[in-house]
Nanobody, 114 residues
């Protein structure tokens, strides 16, 4: 089982990034997939969630700016991040959940700075 997150980097305020989370070793469609982030000194927080049915949910701080989606054929979940702000700077992690089973990816750094 593996979750490989990628797509992070340095971007100016107002810019965009798309994170990817490639899954292998399990049936992606059965799982709810979520993105979390953790900034230095802060707890890890939920950013976005997409259920196995496709229903999505977002933290209030990113609503209207971030979009989570999944491509089952590619076994990949995406987080499109627009209108980025300095406070979005964090390590972003993807997570797969099915009942009590949880898998975490390794994280990808997003830095929003001018």
């Amino acid at each position: 089982v593996q979750l490989q997150a990628s797509g992070g980097g340095l971007v100016q305020p107002g810019g965009s990034l798309r994170l990817s989370c490639a899954a292998s070793g399990f049936i992606l469609n059965r799982y709810s997939m979520s993105w979390f982030r953790q900034a230095p000194g802060n707890q890890r927080e939920l950013v976005a969630l997409i259920g196995s049915s496709g229903i999505t949910d977002y933290a209030d701080s990113v609503k209207g700016r971030f979009t989570v989606s999944r491509d089952s054929a590619k076994k990949t979940v995406y987080l499109q991040m627009n209108s980025l702000k300095p406070e979005d700077t964090a390590i972003y992690y993807c997570k797969a959940t099915w009942g009590t089973v949880n898998y975490w990816g390794q994280g990808t750094q997003v830095t929003v700075s001018s």
